[in-house]
């Protein structure tokens, strides 16, 4: 669930090669890092000699750059640019603070019940979300920019029970996650992540 | 608090007259409302028979379309919509999650312990911030789009004393009210709330 994946899978969907350099958790507090991204985090994007930090800044990026992930249409690309900001801005937050209490908070008499105050915060956010999509494909017409964040955001959610009652947002998610470009972006971060979890060759 | 504030602020900075039509809390929840906007959510921006919702792609529209909000170089403009991200994906979200708490958990038992670990997870944003923005005016050579959403961020927290470490930061904030185009918008803003709020006059 790393937010490397947005960033390529924007790139796959515009067809952009990239190389990846693997940043360590030790390296994310350096001086030398923090002057690139300020609150330690990642991914960060250089491309053309530009770099970018906060994925939604870069596949706004990616998207402005290069055809493919914005419509041509003044009206349309607006809205798309907006389901980008309102997935980070307005879907996403429930989502991750509900995470965040899961490792911080677990031991708390509060648990239970504030887990599921947030599950009933993000219940509302996926049914107005639901019904906004209702039974199109896509946000907007065509798949764009804002599908890839909206969905990239809902697969934080897809091991828990909170899309069971949206069928119409199990099935975007998993449109989304059918794209051929989605596939080469989620093979390349399995790929990375299988490699670095090797246990070393023997003898090494 | 209202999130009009930044986009007032915005078309303020780019010098473009705009006109309010003010929505009702019972015309959120209407279809023709939830048609424009699917979260039920304030502001909305139609411009140049475009529409959009969410306050940052708002702001990122205006900055786009009118100069004085980006910087021409392509890095520098990159790096401040980064920030309009970052505003609103990394610094935010730990400030409204208290702020919501403080509305909706005010009640429990676990009210006072859970505001000191939001209250903790904000203030390392703000050193982060407070940090990167060391003894500068703006987060990058002139002001910017990234300015204007860092600080409006950051004035949620202005009557707290989250930001009492951080001199810098209240420098900031200060030096981004004090900007005329801010000024006009927050004068605007005001009269806006004291006209709603005054009493019908006497015989009516």
């Given at each position: 669930?790393a937010?490397?994946?947005?960033?390529?899978?924007?790139?796959?969907?515009?067809?952009?090669?990239?190389?990846?350099?693997?940043?360590g958790?030790?390296?994310?507090?350096?001086?030398?890092?923090?002057?690139?991204?300020?609150?330690?985090?990642i991914p960060?994007?250089?491309i053309?000699?530009?770099?970018?930090?906060e994925?939604?800044?870069?596949v706004?990026?990616i998207?402005d750059?290069y055809?493919?992930?914005l419509?041509v249409d003044?009206?349309?690309r607006?809205?798309?640019?907006?389901?980008?900001i309102?997935?980070l801005?307005?879907?996403?937050?429930?989502?991750v603070?509900?995470e965040?209490?899961?490792?911080?908070e677990?031991?708390?008499?509060?648990f239970?019940?504030?887990?599921?105050?947030m599950?009933?915060?993000?219940a509302r956010?996926?049914?107005q979300?639901?019904?906004?999509?209702?039974?199109r494909p896509w946000?907007d017409q065509?798949?764009?920019?804002?599908?890839?964040?909206?969905?990239?955001v809902?697969?934080r959610?897809?091991?828990?029970s909170?899309?069971?009652?949206?069928?119409?947002?199990?099935?975007?998610?998993?449109r989304?996650?059918?794209?051929?470009?989605?596939?080469r972006?989620?093979?390349?971060q399995?790929?990375?992540?299988?490699?670095?979890?090797?246990?070393?060759a023997?003898?090494?």
């Open positions: 669930m937010r490397d994946m947005p960033v390529r899978w924007a790139l796959e969907e515009v067809g952009q090669a990239y190389s990846i350099r693997s940043v958790f030790d390296e994310l507090d350096t001086p030398a890092y923090r002057a690139v991204q300020p609150f330690g985090q960060v994007l250089e053309e000699g530009i770099v970018i930090f994925s939604g800044a870069i706004l990026h998207a750059r055809s493919g992930l419509p003044a009206a349309a607006a809205r798309s640019i907006g389901w980008v309102a997935a801005s307005t879907i996403e937050p429930p989502i603070e509900r965040a209490a899961g490792y911080a677990r031991d708390q008499d509060w239970d019940a504030r887990q599921s105050i599950s009933n915060r993000i956010r996926l049914a979300l639901s019904a906004r999509l209702g039974d946000l065509t798949f764009s920019a804002g599908d890839l964040m909206v969905v990239t809902l697969r959610l897809s091991d828990d909170d899309l069971d009652p949206f069928p119409n947002l199990r099935d975007y998610v998993a989304g996650e059918a794209r051929p470009a989605f596939r972006a989620f093979a390349a399995r790929a990375l992540f299988e490699a670095r979890r090797q246990p070393p023997a003898g090494s």
